[in-house]
């Protein structure tokens, strides 16, 4: 049976991605949630196993409300008198906190820098002949926005095909990203698959066709702007090219997509 929510004094959310998981999440929870039920508190509080909560590097890691308290680095011996302290409305131990309400920073010790695309790069590529090039973000985490953001602004954007036909970007109707791995564009007369999101290692099919890399390039000849998507062996799945009236598409990948990396000529001239 469900649980009554109008009767939930607190809620924990206990992270159960990968990272957590590895960490050792699985007793942490089992632990919480024994407390909980043998000590009569298991129609007042509610515990949610979630998918990753953003922080691996702190993991395993549980978000208690009310009060927005983040843990960090859980383990069973720690989540029982976590669980105390928040039904006996008993201070919190700092230590323990990633975050809570009110701090302005986090508190990390695995604190990973961002990872942030390179700066363009002159090379003289097999395909592209000279061209500044850099490589942007290949999960579908920024290829389905992209996307979304080329439907949306189709005007002077051309999607070229690994078997090189052409149509524009105004002939896409829309986009249908409700299966598993991959992301289709829909014409009136046909569907282009991507396949954009992690797909499993031992399936050699779908990481053929596996978008692993992302590359935004200038041709230096022709002034030509676009992206040029790879799988992980290096073959060709498709191409994006930018009219070069319309800079808008190639304004939004340079800000959104490579974070502000922007072409800058005069390093290179
Ligand atoms: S898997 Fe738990 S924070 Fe990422």
Known sequence: MGKNIANTTHTFFFCDGGSCQKAGSEKVIRTARAYLRNNGHWNDTHTIKTRCNGRCEDAPTCIVYP?????KELTPEKITPIVKRHLDNAPLVNSELLYKKGWQE???DNEIAPIKPKPFELKNDTELGECFITKGFSSDQYLY????YLLENPK?????????KRISFQEIISLDYSKTYTLELHTETTAIPFTIAAVPKENKELQQAKISSTEYYFQKETQQKGIRFKNKFGKILGKIE???LNNKAWEYCTKIQLQNVHLDFKNHE
């Open 67 to 71: 009060g927005q308290n983040w843990y």
């Open 106 to 108: 986090q508190a990390s």
């Open 145 to 148: 926005p992209l996307f979304l």
């Open 156 to 164: 002077g954007v051309s999607l070229i095909s690994s078997d090189e």
């Open 242 to 244: 930018f009219d070069s």
